[in-house]
């Protein structure tokens, strides 16, 4: 049985921080490329992060880059997103994400990941 689940959402006010958990079961998360998505209502799965499993390059979504830090916890087997100065524009459901394999070139492509957490609802509001 393989399992992921995030942790870590809740609502902010524009400005604040939150540090999202990706945590494995029946997986060992170092092995393979990890990343982050997230949803909005009425928008398209984005990747906002991605970190790699060879070398731990890490990726980051332009909107993001300078406030979003991803992270390997190897002994806990569990991949974070450190969010910092959250914006408005920030909000939606935020998803972990497992690669089969090593796909460079869709990296941002939801499809190209084969295992998803159930997602942890972030709002950021005043």
Same mark, same amino acid.
């Given at each position: 049985?393989?399992?992921?689940?995030?942790?870590?959402?809740? *609502?902010?006010?524009?400005?604040?921080?939150?540090? *999202?958990? #990706?945590?494995?079961?029946?997986?060992?998360?170092?092995?393979?490329?990890?990343?982050?998505?997230?949803?909005?209502?009425?928008?398209?799965?984005e990747g906002v992060s991605c970190i790699s499993a060879h070398d731990g390059m890490k990726y980051y979504a332009d909107s993001v880059k300078g406030r979003f830090a991803i992270s390997?916890?190897?002994?806990?087997?569990?991949?974070? *997103?450190?969010?910092?100065?959250?914006?408005?524009?920030?909000?939606?459901?935020?998803? #972990?994400?497992?690669?089969?394999?090593?796909?460079?070139?869709? *990296?941002?492509?939801?499809?190209?990941?084969?295992?998803?957490?159930?997602?942890?609802?972030?709002?950021?509001?005043?």
């Amino acid at each position: 049985q393989v399992q992921l689940v995030e942790s870590g959402g809740g *609502l902010v006010q524009p400005g604040g921080s939150l540090r *999202l958990s #990706c945590a494995a079961s029946g997986i060992t998360l170092n092995y393979y490329v990890i990343g982050w998505f997230r949803q909005a209502p009425g928008k398209e799965r984005e990747g906002v992060s991605c970190i790699s499993a060879h070398d731990g390059m890490k990726y980051y979504a332009d909107s993001v880059k300078g406030r979003f830090a991803i992270s390997r916890d190897k002994a806990n087997n569990t991949v974070s *997103l450190q969010i910092d100065n959250l914006k408005p524009e920030d909000t939606g459901v935020y998803y #972990c994400a497992l690669m089969r394999g090593v796909l460079l070139l869709r *990296l941002w492509v939801p499809d190209a990941y084969g295992y998803w957490g159930q997602g942890t609802q972030v709002t950021v509001s005043s």
